[in-house]
């Protein structure tokens, strides 16, 4: 175990999965020589040169051909530069990716990872900010998962080499330079298993991505009111482990859902709507609140930007609100 970021564990997966299994291979603009918009293939073009292909400016081109190498027996792993792009390549990804096994009746498989840099706080403006995991939920035939941390993306994206099922592998781009543990060698995550971050007594926070590490500071601080928060992270949309999140809410009897994405038919919703169709709902205390960014395209404003979405103090005024009320 050593400590790495998030985008090193990124890479380790990346070459391990490399080194395993000769179909494995990745497609993206500029991530060849360049190393990627981020730098997550920074270095490796000299030893992967067959396995990291440079691609034209087209992520229509780009997932369509991945579908094809799927479909003959490759595991490619897409890089699309900012998850936004992703628009102009939706007849692949909706209509075809997310469909062939289901209409071949397992004749064919799609064994693929879109890998999409998300998120708001890089100045980057409206067509590069955004959060879309929840869109892609909503699609059948995808998966769509979001790690946290540099333990999780590692492990997570292994799992989805492997996985026979189209991938869509959000990364939030302020996480890439977030630290923590991370094992040396081959493990995997599994994909559909949410995890309990912090133990508490008091109240469940639910988050994903960037507003996990932001959850779990928010936590700390909640314990100077005397709350005792639980922190899951959900990991994954699809598939959604429920019964983690309705065995936490049961005990705790309270629940707040902090998403990075606008509010308005976010995941939070679909989190909302699992546990009051479950056992958790007689627990409950208290109304399930959620926090969400806001309905607007993100602002280029720093101050607007840092508003749009929930903040450590925004989720610590969340938790104190519910108990407020009582």
């Not at 270095?43 to 396995?51: A, H, V």
């Not at 330079?177 to 995997?188: C, L, N, R, S």
């Not at 960037?210 to 314990?223: D, N």
Request: charged content about 25%; proline content about 6%; overall charge negative.
């Amino acid at each position: 175990m050593s400590e790495k970021t998030y985008i090193d564990a990124l890479a380790e997966a990346l070459r391990e999965e490399f080194d395993r299994d000769e179909n494995v291979f990745m497609m993206g603009e500029d991530i060849g020589i360049y190393g990627g918009a981020f730098g997550v293939t920074k270095g490796m073009y000299p030893k992967y040169k067959d396995k990291l292909l440079d691609t034209p400016i087209s992520e229509a081109s780009i997932v369509g051909a991945g579908v094809g190498c799927a479909l003959v027996g490759m595991r490619p792993i897409v890089e699309i530069m900012f998850s936004d792009f992703m628009m102009d390549a939706m007849e692949w990804i909706v209509n075809q990716a997310a469909k062939l096994r289901y209409m071949t009746g397992g004749q064919l498989k799609v064994p693929m990872v879109i890998r999409a840099p998300m998120g708001c706080g890089t100045g980057a403006a409206a067509q590069h900010s955004q959060s879309l995991p929840a869109l892609f939920a909503h699609i059948p035939g995808l998966k769509v998962v979001m790690p946290a941390t540099p333990y999780d993306v590692k492990g997570m994206l292994k799992a989805a080499v492997r996985d026979d099922n189209p991938v869509i592998f959000f990364e939030h781009k302020l996480l890439y330079w977030t630290k923590g543990d991370v094992p040396e060698g081959d493990y995997t995550v599994p994909i559909g298993k949410a995890a309990v971050k912090r133990e508490g007594k008091d109240i469940t926070i639910i988050a994903g991505s960037i507003m996990v590490p932001r959850s779990m500071e928010a936590a700390e601080k909640l314990k100077e009111y005397g709350i005792d928060a639980e922190v899951i992270d959900i990991r994954s949309l699809v598939p959604m482990d429920v019964e983690t999140i309705v065995e936490s809410v049961s005990k705790t009897g309270k629940a707040i859902i902090v998403e990075d994405d606008n509010k308005n038919n976010g995941w939070g919703s679909e989190v909302v709507s699992k546990l009051i169709e479950s056992d958790a709902f007689d627990y409950l205390d208290e109304p399930i609140k959620r926090l969400a960014g806001k309905d607007i395209p993100i602002p280029y404003a720093p101050e607007l930007e840092r508003a749009a979405v929930p903040q450590i103090e925004d989720i610590i005024e969340g938790v104190k609100e519910i108990f407020d009320k009582r």
